[in-house]
């Protein structure tokens, strides 16, 4: 099976703010499913300094080929400089589910 679809993830700084950023990508049909993990920690640099901050993850699934307008898409809403954002292709699944995943993404 090839890797039609992906999961897009991120993190922001509040659980307000997730539930944002997964309504908003849900309502412009660039994803056909969020879910919001947290809180969780997380450690990282910044600015030249270890920082530890409680964030929220945001899952979202789409079609590959909606993936670039949904990294836009959270560009564009995120409150971070520079968000986390990460597609990764998912390798595998139920095929209903995915083509359910496609028919809500266009």
Same mark, same amino acid.
């Given at each position: 099976?090839?890797?039609?679809?992906?999961?897009?993830?991120? @993190?922001?700084?509040?659980?307000?703010?997730?539930?944002? %950023?997964?309504?908003?990508?849900?309502?412009?049909?660039?994803?056909?499913?969020?879910?919001?993990?947290?809180? !969780? @920690?997380?450690?990282?640099?910044?600015?030249?300094?270890?920082? @530890?901050?409680?964030?929220?993850?945001?899952?979202?699934? @789409?079609?590959?080929?909606?993936?670039?307008?949904?990294?836009?898409? %959270?560009?564009?809403?995120?409150?971070?400089?520079?968000?986390?954002? !990460?597609?990764?292709? !998912?390798?595998?699944?139920?095929?209903?589910?995915?083509?359910?995943?496609? %028919?809500?993404?266009?």
């Amino acid at each position: 099976m090839s890797a039609d679809h992906v999961v897009v993830a991120s @993190t922001i700084d509040s659980e307000d703010a997730a539930r944002a %950023l997964a309504s908003a990508a849900i309502e412009a049909r660039v994803a056909a499913c969020a879910q919001i993990v947290g809180p !969780i @920690t997380s450690v990282f640099r910044w600015e030249g300094a270890v920082q @530890t901050e409680t964030e929220w993850r945001v899952e979202c699934k @789409t079609a590959r080929d909606r993936a670039a307008a949904l990294v836009d898409l %959270l560009k564009a809403r995120h409150s971070y400089d520079v968000p986390e954002i !990460i597609v990764t292709p !998912i390798e595998g699944g139920g095929a209903e589910y995915l083509e359910w995943v496609t %028919l809500e993404t266009r």
